[in-house]
C-alpha cells in the first residue's frame, strides 16, 4: 500500500539494475500502483534480487545485508 505514494521508488530499482549491469526486458505496473514487476534475464535472477534489497532496504533504511 505504500508504494502508491513513493516518488522515485522505480528510478532506484532502475539504477539498482543497471549498477549491476542488468537489462531490463520489460516493465509492467498495475493500474493500482501496488506492484510492479521487472522482467529480467533469468541468469541474474539472483544478482537482481540481493541488489534490490541492498539497495532498497540496506542501504535506506539500515537493515542486515542479505547473504546469498
Excluded at 521487472?38 to 541468469?43: G, R
Amino acid at each position: 500500500e505504500g508504494m502508491r505514494n513513493q516518488v522515485g521508488l522505480l528510478a532506484k530499482v532502475t539504477s539498482s539494475f543497471r549498477d549491476r549491469r542488468i537489462s531490463i526486458e520489460m516493465i509492467s505496473q498495475a493500474l493500482t500502483q501496488l506492484n510492479v514487476s521487472v522482467f529480467i534475464p533469468e541468469k541474474y535472477e539472483r544478482v537482481a534480487v540481493k541488489g534490490l534489497y541492498d539497495d532498497l532496504f540496506v542501504n535506506y533504511r539500515g537493515l542486515k545485508p542479505l547473504s546469498v
